[in-house]
DNA sequence: ACTCAACAATTCAGTAAAGGTATGAATGTT
DNA sequence: AACATTCATACCTTTACTGAATTGTTGAGT
């Protein structure tokens, strides 16, 4: 295969039909010039250029080499630059994993800053739970995770982004709590809740979300009547929409609610209030190699 | 700039993830290979694989070089192949030169006979008079020509490719001729013509054609009277669509006559038969370069 | 905790390739 | 006919690449 110098050797005498002039545009002399020409000749097994002592002309095959020689050319110039942007942070991409509720709070925030201070780079985003992203921070398929705080991996580390508080969902104008009940936008005791049917966050997916409610319910002396599981906040809402009983959600998630759920504030006292507190954290990989991410992760430090 | 060797290392360390095993793919010893990619690393100032003793890795920067890198090496391939298939004449670019009549009896034929002995080299067509195909080949800008049998410029060779006859071309049910009519289809002598208005082409641009109407008329002692000058066949032909007068025209070109011309055979007799012979040649350059050209000379000689 | 196996990095010597200088050969020009 | 121009060749020096042997490091197994 002929290499990249005889490339642009053949290029410089392709423009210049002349080869002392090539040489002087390539900063070498004459003879090597001419030699390095004879091995692309040879290389590519045909003449390039006729030529005499007296004039220098390309061959059909020689015109056949110059677009395609030049287009390689620019290739390799416009991949160094590109392999030096994305080194050096300007440019790259970045995989971020999220969790359903962070995709509507966090996450939009985070685009919006990101996209201002880091143009260039660009977002691969993952709709994931917790224990997902962190698996994927460990492998390297996910570079940044929004996510909640979890027994985190060695080489994972994460620092807090946002809090929020557990909500009570309930089926609109339900007659479940019978004469407990609250007008609508009241805040609710959590004992109202002792023995109904309680939607439940899944043990494993959602272990954060469910050992939370457990505590909740410990703590205000209520009685959790598990009657269903799932592992995402829309799920559950769809089983309260149904009035298939209650469930808590993160305050956040009341924007994307679906009709027919109403949503109370727990009563904070008693302790409640200090227990009742949802974190959201954002993990990376100490040892990422990708430059775009530290980048990103300096712009976060400033809001 | 890193060199093509280095992005095929690459490649290939990148593909197996394993130094050893990319060695043994290049055909290398596995210090070398390490060497080149370090010094691939140092072209590009940035690392491109995350590598201890147990495990290789591609960065940030060494992902966005592999779909590059085997961009380039493709088309460094395809290149090198495109090259060899021009200069073996499979693959090319002819430029015919040709007159408008030739480019409506032996153009035709040449192309589709081209197009099916020599799949994949394209024609490049240029309806030139026979003086500027001359000044065309010698230059290099006309690989072929269509042309009269005008005086051959050095370098440049041709060989008899058609023959055809002049024919009279007359405003249709025209009284020009008066009493010397002929019916429709008729051939007619020369000698009806005298004196009468003569569409003639010019000595510069058409010097074959009108020289040989001279002789015509001088061998059959009629006087040429000639009212208008023009260089190409149809312009000639919408004079005498007009009625400005009569012409002779080579007998291919009654195939693209516009409508109100009739045509009549010249009357060969008294010698006029064989000087009414109208050459087309085939002409060029003697030391062409393009491959195509050659074979398609070639496979002329077939035909 | 120690040894072993795997694997990339380093060292060193030999060789191939690239560049420079001087010169030759061919072809127009004065 | 002498000269200028220009590409090719010969020869030497320097650079860079290669392979063999070796080292260093890191998990895995006992």
Redesign the pocket.
């Known amino acids: 295969m002929f290499?990249l110098?005889?490339l642009e050797?053949f290029v410089a005498v392709a423009e210049e039909?002349?080869?002392?002039?090539?040489?002087e545009r390539?900063?070498?002399?004459?003879?090597?010039?001419?030699?390095?020409?004879?091995?692309l000749e040879k290389k590519l097994g045909t003449q390039l250029?006729g030529?005499?002592?007296?004039?220098?002309e390309l061959t059909a095959a020689g015109a056949t080499l110059l677009p395609r020689a030049r287009q390689i050319l620019d290739m390799c110039i416009k991949t160094d630059l590109d392999v030096r942007r994305v080194s050096s942070g300007e440019a790259g991409a970045i995989t971020v994993g999220y969790t359903a509720i962070a995709g509507q709070s966090a996450l939009p925030v985070m685009l919006r800053r990101a996209a201002e201070g880091m143009p260039g780079v660009s977002f691969v985003l993952r709709e994931l739970v917790s224990t997902d992203q962190m698996d994927g921070l460990v492998k390297g398929s996910v570079d940044i995770g929004l996510l909640r705080p979890i027994v985190a991996r060695p080489g994972v580390v994460s620092r807090p982004l946002m809090q929020d508080r557990l909500v009570v969902a309930l089926p609109e104008g339900s007659s479940l709590l019978g004469n407990m009940a609250a007008p609508k936008g009241e805040p609710l005791p959590l004992g109202s809740l002792d023995r109904l049917p309680l939607l439940m966050y899944s043990t494993k997916e959602a272990r954060y979300f469910h050992d939370l409610v457990l505590r909740l319910f410990a703590s205000a002396g209520a009685h959790a009547n598990i009657t269903q599981y799932a592992s995402q906040v829309p799920a559950l809402l769809a089983f309260v929409q149904a009035g298939l009983g209650v469930t808590l959600v993160p305050a956040s998630a009341m924007a994307f609610a679906p009709a027919g759920v109403e949503f109370h504030e727990i009563d904070g006292r008693h302790g409640i209030q200090e227990l009742n507190r949802v974190d959201l954290e954002l993990a990376w990989n100490e040892e990422t190699a990708n430059p775009a991410v530290l980048r990103l992760l300096r712009l976060i430090e400033t809001f």
């Open positions: 290499s110098p005889q050797a039909l002349h080869f002392g002039a090539a040489a390539l900063n070498m002399t004459q003879p090597p010039l001419s030699r390095q020409i004879q091995m250029f030529r005499t002592s007296r004039k220098v």
